[in-house]
């Protein structure tokens, strides 16, 4: 079963010169064939595009096609000037569109092309409108090697415009880098921030039905390669509570429209009541016992700037899920981060599958050593390609550190030293090999989380950050 991906909305209009004489003895002629090429080569790319037919030539022109595409909420503007156009005409339809620009042109010489990119270029620097410059061919591996980053980047900043992010208690643990500023999110992401009750979840969790719960229990039996109950901290009854918080949560987050969210948990909830690695297993994942669903990025221990990372690297890969954890050990032999987290992170990356039946078989629910019990959602991540990841703070300015890597398969050797270690509390991990420089990162790392998905994304992270006031900070490569 493959996962439908969210695709960015992309914009695409095409400039020509507005001459009428020029444009029929030159420019007309080299434009047209330009223009479909571009539309042709954009449709083959992993974007849901919107263009026109025609050439914008007038103001009345780039006035129509930007109501449309404003219209049909694309979220970035790809302004192709394939020859001469006059740049005050392109910064019209820049600055009546107010999205992420990128202006392309080719390399033919025939054309004036880099003369019109140039010119209107020059013209957003004088005004201050952001944007990126593409001197390349359609079809090419460098136009979409540097076209595709941006556009996915923009596709994160537009979709974070509007979004509700769900707040369920308040710090944990005295972990000052899992709060954040909510009007700064608002003011520089455009995100919303609804305040919840943990306790919430544990009222609503009495509501959820019988049969319901029955059925994610039966389903986790099914599926999962073992369930270790004992008769004092995982019980039926226990784990039958975190399926029920799980459920709740599911409908909290459903009735309030929350795109993402982060639940305190510790220590109230796990030496009171139980533990939420139920819902930090399956929230960020594509699918749970009542079919396939969408993937709802949770941080755990109320970190806000880690469920906000989760998010754009969600957005960034176009919906994959998004896994959070714990920088709980650097192995400088292996050049390898040991990312486990409290009690689960998300099950997709134990086995890398859309299909629970391949994927839960190498889950196992294992007793908690939290004092309220219940199950701690154990595995060894799969291996693949991965991009870690985190938001961080110095003196109120963003940062995002950047680190490309691997998921690997520890030695057996490394693996039983890892578990000697760390004795009872073992704990579901993400072996992640990279070229980062250990020392560097222990300087400059501002968080004792970090976030990871499937894939490699550096460069869209980068355009990401450059649209959005946040320093990029990249290792590894």
């Known amino acids: 079963m493959e996962r439908e991906m969210n695709q960015p909305k992309a914009g695409l209009m095409t400039f020509g010169d507005q001459r009428q004489d020029m444009w029929e003895k030159l420019f007309g002629p080299l434009t047209k064939p330009r223009h479909r090429e571009a ?19 007038s103001r009345d022109d780039i006035d129509s096609q930007i109501g449309q595409l404003t219209a049909a909420g694309v979220e970035v503007f790809i302004a192709h000037i394939p020859c001469w156009a006059s740049p005050n005409l392109v910064a019209r339809g820049v600055q009546r569109i107010k999205l992420p620009t990128v202006l392309i042109t080719s390399k033919s010489p025939a054309t004036h092309g880099t003369v019109g990119l140039l010119g209107a270029a020059g013209t957003l620097d004088q005004i201050g409108l952001f944007h990126i410059r593409i001197r390349e061919d359609f079809g090419t591996r460098a136009m979409e090697e540097k076209l595709l980053p941006f556009i996915r980047a923009a596709g994160v900043k537009g979709r974070l415009q509007g979004e509700v992010f769900g707040l369920f208690g308040g710090r944990s643990l005295g972990i000052d880098t899992g709060t954040f500023d909510p009007m700064q999110w608002r003011s520089q992401f455009g995100v919303d921030v609804e305040h919840i009750d943990q306790l919430e979840i544990i009222r609503r969790a009495e509501t959820v039905s019988a049969e319901r719960t029955q059925t994610m229990m039966t389903w986790l039996a099914e599926n999962t390669g073992k369930i270790e109950f004992n008769d004092t901290s995982l019980t039926s009854d226990k784990l039958s509570y975190q399926v029920r918080c799980y459920l709740a949560t599911k409908d909290i987050i459903s009735e ?55 998010e754009i690297l969600k957005h960034i890969s176009g919906g994959q899920p998004v896994l959070f954890g714990d920088v709980s050990h650097l192995n400088d032999e292996t050049q390898t981060i040991y990312v486990p987290n409290c009690g689960a992170m998300c099950a997709w990356f134990a086995g890398r599958s859309d299909d629970p039946a391949k994927t839960l078989k190498s889950v196992e629910l294992r007793p908690s050593v939290r004092p309220a019990g219940g199950a701690t959602v154990y595995f060894t991540a799969a291996p693949g390609a991965i991009t870690l990841a985190r938001l961080c703070r110095r003196s109120g300015h963003y940062r995002m550190v950047i680190i490309p890597g691997e998921v690997v398969r520890p030695s057996k050797d490394e693996l039983d030293a890892f578990i000697k270690a760390r004795g009872k509390h073992q704990l579901p991990t993400a072996f992640v090999k990279c070229a980062c420089d250990f020392d560097r990162f222990i300087d400059e790392f501002g968080s004792n989380h970090i976030s990871g998905v499937a894939g490699t994304y550096v460069e869209a992270l980068e355009q990401f950050c450059r649209m959005s006031d946040i320093t990029p900070v990249v290792m590894g490569e």
């Open 39 to 57: 539309v042709e080569y954009l449709e083959t790319l992993p974007v849901d595009l919107k263009a026109f037919k025609e050439v914008a030539r």
């Open 256 to 310: 309030k429209g929350l795109d993402f969210v982060a639940i305190k948990c510790m220590p109230d909830l796990t030496d009171n009541y139980i533990p939420q690695c139920i819902s930090a297993a399956f929230l960020p994942g594509p699918f749970d016992s009542e079919g396939q669903k969408g993937a709802v990025s949770m941080a755990c221990e109320a970190d806000g700037d880690g469920a906000l990372t989760m």
